[in-house]
């Protein structure tokens, strides 16, 4: 059979329990996913020299690290090709663009900073989402920002928040989509703190006094995104789960941001999805794929990936869940690390509407368990694939892996010659 017929059986097949495989397609091609910059220069940014600190790190040396605006631009534009359906831009501010001779500090930072990137998104017609940077940087006092109890260290940071506030805003005008903007910090300690609350008490100061900085809250959607540890900081983070759950809760308008690799290691994002969606009217989600530890991996085709993907459909959440992905692999090409994650959160997505989630959770509820699990394991041999190709037709993308083709020929013809 050729791709058109094998299509049409996918098509039947699924359509016998209730799924309509055109539908599924034509839904996805509208959710935006937001495709982050830092995969390609390895969180390295263009403010600073020096390494990535803060908690994070990133290992490897592959070669062709984008070192340049115009270079990490290029490799994006290279990998946007490569992806099926609707992409969004996720910047940090790490990554603002300064003219020659000019350079200010992060509390200092402006719009026009990021015009060129407001440009590349306006030009492939993609939202932007952004970040404050709070990491690799000498005014990160002792592993502390938002929570030191240095005064001027943690004003300077507020500071910095603000403008992120203000160029955010900037971001949604510009590209007519709102911008999520994340609040994330490594602030903790290695060892056994003697005080937790003190700091959580300024850390929570410092970001309502980043939030109370004037913005559109229909363009402007700030988020708090928790972790449980980081390198250097194993021991506490003032950041931790209930801190920043309890604040999105009791600030209207702010949002909890999951990680899905920002928490123990038998904790699952996927059962955290429909618990906050019970209460709160959006969320956002950074996906990434943690391997013991919040160690960024590649995005995978894999179970929690897949369940993820499933509690957002199942929870008839699309439309309020903020989607981005979060990783970062600087031991492999750098370019098919974009393409792979993104694609794998595509066939989640695809893979959880194309489920009869209906008569799944009508099994469930007349208490029909054996006849759920019968039919949760037969759906698993489904012919998505047929259905994968189909959507990557209509997107204008191949389906297989040949793509991968174009990334070795990118590879020797640019990436080797950095």
Known sequence: MNQTERYEAAKEMYGKIGVDTDAAIARLKEIPVSLHCWQGDDVTGFDHEGPLTGGIQTTGNYPGKAGTPEELMQDMEKALKLMPGRKKLN??????????????????????????????AKERKMGIDFNPTFFSHDKVKDGLTLSSQDEETRQFWIAHGKA??????????????????????????????????????????????????????????????????????????????????????????????????????????????????????????????????????????????????????????????????DYFDAGINRISAWVVGFRSWQKALLAALCTPHDILRKFQDENRLTELMVWQEEIKTYPLGDVWEEYCRQCGVTADKSWFKEVEKYEKEVLLKR
């Open 91 to 120: 910047l940090h501010a790490s990554y603002a663009i300064f003219e020659k001779g000019e350079a200010v500090d992060r509390d200092k930072i402006e719009p026009k900073h990021f015009a060129k990137w407001v440009e590349f």
């Open 164 to 325: 992120c506030i203000r160029i955010s805003e900037y971001f949604a005008k510009e590209t007519g989509m709102p911008c999520v903007m994340n609040i994330w910090t490594g602030d903790g300690y290695k060892d056994i703190p003697a005080d937790r609350m003190g700091p959580r008490m300024r850390y929570k100061d410092s970001i309502e006094q980043i939030l109370a900085e004037p913005y559109d809250k229909k363009l402007v959607k700030p988020c708090v995104e928790s972790k449980v540890f980081g390198i250097g900081v194993e021991s506490y983070t003032a950041g931790s789960a209930e801190f920043t759950l309890t604040f999105a809760a009791t600030h209207e308008g702010c949002l909890p941001l999951m990680d899905n690799g920002h928490y123990h290691p038998t904790e699952v994002v996927s059962d955290k999805i429909p618990a906050l969606l019970c209460f709160f009217p959006e969320i956002a989600l950074h996906i990434t794929r943690p391997v013991r530890w919040d160690s960024d991996h590649v995005v995978l085709f894999d179970d929690e990936t897949r369940e993820m993907a499933k509690e957002i459909v199942r929870s008839n959440a699309l439309e309020r869940v903020y989607m981005a992905l």
